[in-house]
């Protein structure tokens, strides 16, 4: 039987009959904007944001800025903790700040954190070494303000970082056997023309999610998904009250419904990855680890 409750050595918990199962058939517990726990509220906006809304925010930060924060912050457990609760696919939105004179990277949502890019990943690699048989899923995008010389700097740290840990890229997935013979933990999707010349990355993971503010309405629109519920600017603005916090824990009893229908597996209504919202406080590992249960039921069937 697989545990209900959450480990950090789920994968390497997994019955052997599962082992040579390939990863995009299993149901993976994922992070949506995985490092939005440490956003520096007093950090420049993202380019991408309006001029419009950059006006706002100069003339009204002391309004806009805990806005931001508390319709921005989707987690609010460190990486580390997260690795430890079960999540092993991590949504990472890499950028370079505007006029820094430095190379540092920071993570972005809306604002940037605190925390660079090196340094949190760096202890992703000390925590894999305490966990061998553990794999993550590192999937690094959006690359604002990112310069092709500041791309090859960090795919090159990437690669130092990592090492034998990589899993270079294949057409065929691989399984948890192949990996552990491999020693490979890290499986580095990188969403950018880059990997076509580093065949230690692999491309953009596709990840599919619905912009809406209720549950049912995010439902219709999942297949492989991130199940995080989001609001545009004229929601936020008529409830105020309100934050991401409060309508993903509002409406969690429907997504949990949701989740335990589900079934992995290679069929085409199967699901693999599913990130979610405030991974810490609901047990949404847990849920999604249960769910392989189900691929050992198809087994025993065959």
Same mark, same amino acid.
């Given at each position: 039987m697989i545990k209900m409750s959450c480990s950090p050595d789920w994968m390497s918990s997994l019955p052997e009959e599962l082992w040579d199962t390939p990863l995009t058939e299993f149901a993976i517990p994922g992070s949506h904007d995985a490092m939005s726990y440490c956003l520096d509220i007093n950090?420049? @906006?993202?380019?991408?944001?309006s001029d419009c809304f950059r006006i706002l925010d100069g003339l009204f930060y002391c309004f806009t800025r805990p806005t931001i924060f508390k319709w921005a912050t989707t987690q609010d457990k460190s990486i580390e903790e997260q690795l430890s609760m079960g999540i092993r696919y991590f949504d990472l939105r890499v950028a370079h700040k505007l006029k820094d004179p430095s190379s540092d990277l920071y993570f972005t949502h809306v604002i940037y954190t605190h925390l660079t890019v090196l340094e949190t990943l760096s202890s992703v690699a000390l925590w894999l070494n305490s966990h061998p048989k553990e794999v993550v899923i590192l999937a690094c995008s959006h690359f604002q303000g990112i310069s092709d010389k500041l791309h090859q700097s960090f795919i090159f740290s990437l690669k130092k970082m990592f090492g034998s840990k990589l899993c270079p890229y294949k057409v065929s997935a691989p399984t948890l056997r192949s990996l552990w013979a491999a020693g490979q933990q890290v499986i580095l999707s990188y969403d950018s023309q880059h990997p076509l010349r580093h065949p230690e990355l692999w491309p953009d993971i596709p990840y599919w999610w619905a912009n809406q503010c209720t549950a049912k309405e995010v439902i219709k629109g999942f297949f492989v998904c991130g199940l995080n519920l989001t609001a545009d600017r004229c929601f936020i603005a008529e409830n105020l009250r309100q934050s991401l916090r409060t309508?993903? +824990?509002? %409406?969690?009893?429907? @997504?949990?419904?949701?989740?335990?229908?589900?079934?992995?597996?290679?069929?085409?209504?199967?699901? %693999?990855?599913?990130?979610?919202? +405030?991974?810490?406080?609901?047990?949404?590992?847990? @849920?999604?680890?249960?769910? %392989?249960?189900?691929? @050992?039921?198809?087994?025993?069937y065959r």
């Open positions: 950090s420049p @906006l993202v380019p991408s944001e309508i993903t +824990f509002s %409406n969690w009893e429907c @997504l949990r419904g949701w989740v335990e229908k589900q079934t992995p597996g290679s069929g085409p209504q199967s699901l %693999n990855i599913i990130a979610g919202d +405030f991974v810490g406080p609901l047990p949404l590992c847990s @849920l999604i680890i249960a769910l %392989n249960q189900k691929l @050992l039921r198809k087994k025993s």
